[in-house]
């Protein structure tokens, strides 16, 4: 009976998956990266400055 | 009774447009600046050599053979200079497909800079072909195959130059005061952008698929099957960066015809730029990667081919890839403006590299550009400055009348 003890991960395109996997991870951290820090504050002021006054009151 | 009122308008018409035309051709402010000094000799320059070009033939001028049929003309002309033009497409799909108004006050120039690439860049592929009356067979169909892919290339890039030339057609009725006109044009920009769209997909990519068929000559590490993918990503963020390139300069030469509102909206719109830069950059980075891997590139990077094509994918994609979302997040403009100019240089380099210095790389005489070809490309790119000053000083590019 065989086992497999060995997985050569360049003929199962383990690389190719693992690659992919990681990318998606790091598209959305890359996604929330770029939404976040200055750029969040700055769009919230924006938000808040084109907001009518009559809203406010 | 009618019919003659009719023409008597037509004529009246159209020698108020012949008179306002005439007086628009007039030269306007300082004659001499630095560029004219640099720019007028070179043009006239490049002129007698395409005089010689095309008088005694391309080897006159170039260092190109049967060997090396692909030159610095096609290299950087066609094949960079339609990758550069891809902002078009991206901007013109982002305000009128998706509806960002923020872009609005940049899509007419955005349409302009894609319309003169064309005609220059695209244009310059009659410099490079051999015989150049034959560029009319693809169109008349004379002696074209339906599945070659250049049959598919040449068709877009006639069928997309008329189409940003529609694109563009309302700021040309309100610069000559044809508001009928104007009207009937504007209604037909979405149908063209749509049209424009599918047509520059296609094509960015047919560009890469070009190569396909030049696998033996072309260095492992730049030759995919995935080709065809890279060259469309890339135009995307090409396109991007050439919009913040040329944004950068717009706004400081022509800053008296930029209205005051539109300068508050730059900082936003650069970084959104940037944005979408950092997004595609990073989806071209990792399809280079998989590539790499599922190629099995390993040993391919030990020896000198290896460490140029690092320099390009490290040094050129992803380097500016961070930096342009360290900017985003940091708002900080000044940044984006370099990542934008790494970004371009990555862009060269790498259809450079397809087409011209990874192209039989194993040849014992390698091709470098004569003198002559470095002076016509100069002045291709001088040429579409000049018309796009003519045109931005004219006409209502960054601002409505």
Known sequence: MEFYTYVNIFETKGLEYLLLMSFLVLFILLLRYLTSGKEKKAAAEERRRYQPTDALE | ?401
Request: contains cysteine.
């Open chain 2, 1 to 401: 009774m009618t019919t003659a009122t009719a023409t008597n308008g037509f004529t009246g018409e159209l020698t108020r447009f012949i008179r306002f035309f005439l007086q628009e051709l007039k030269p306007r402010g300082k004659w001499l600046t630095p560029f004219n000094v640099i720019s007028i000799p070179t043009i006239l320059l490049g002129l007698a050599i395409l005089y010689v070009r095309f008088t005694q033939g391309l080897g006159s001028v170039t260092n190109l053979n049967q060997q090396f049929p692909l030159g610095l003309w096609i290299s950087f002309d066609v094949i960079t200079g339609v990758a550069f033009a891809g902002g078009a497409y991206v901007i013109t799909f982002a305000v009128y497909v998706m509806r960002v108004e923020k872009y609005h006050p940049i899509v007419r120039v955005t349409v302009l800079n894609g319309l003169l690439a064309y005609i220059f860049y695209a244009g310059a592929l009659t410099l490079d072909l051999g015989r150049p009356w034959h560029i009319i067979n693809p169109i008349i169909g004379n002696s074209y195959g339906y599945n070659a892919v250049l049959f598919l290339v040449s068709w877009h890039f006639l069928l997309y130059m008329l189409t940003m030339a529609v694109e563009f057609s309302p700021v040309v009725a309100e610069w000559a005061r044809l508001e009928k006109v104007r009207k009937f044009l504007s209604g037909l920009t979405l149908g063209a952008v749509i049209f424009g769209i599918t047509l520059s997909i296609l094509h960015q990519s047919g560009l890469g698929a070009l190569f396909l068929m030049a696998k033996p000559k072309i260095h492992p590490l730049w030759y995919s099957e995935f080709i065809p993918i890279l060259f469309f990503v890339s135009s995307i963020y090409a396109g991007l960066a050439m919009v913040v390139f040329e944004g950068t300069i717009s706004h400081r030469v022509f800053r008296s015809l930029i209205p005051k509102d539109s300068h508050h909206s730059y900082e936003a719109i650069i970084l959104g730029l940037g944005k979408g830069a950092a997004v595609t950059m990073f989806v071209y980075y990792f399809l280079q990667a998989l590539i790499f891997i599922h190629e099995k590139r390993w040993q391919l990077i030990t020896d000198f081919w290896g460490v140029w094509y690092l320099i390009e994918v490290l040094g050129f994609v992803l380097v500016p890839c961070v930096m342009f979302a360290y900017a985003v997040r940091n708002r900080n403009i000044g940044v984006v403006k370099v990542a934008a100019t790494l970004a371009l240089l990555g862009i060269i380099l790498n259809r450079l590299n397809v087409t011209m210095i990874a192209f039989n790389w194993y040849a014992e005489h390698r091709y470098y550009p004569s003198w002559q070809e470095y002076v016509v490309t100069l002045m291709v790119v001088f040429t579409e400055i000049w018309v796009f000053r003519w045109v931005v000083t004219r006409m209502p590019v960054f601002s409505k009348t």
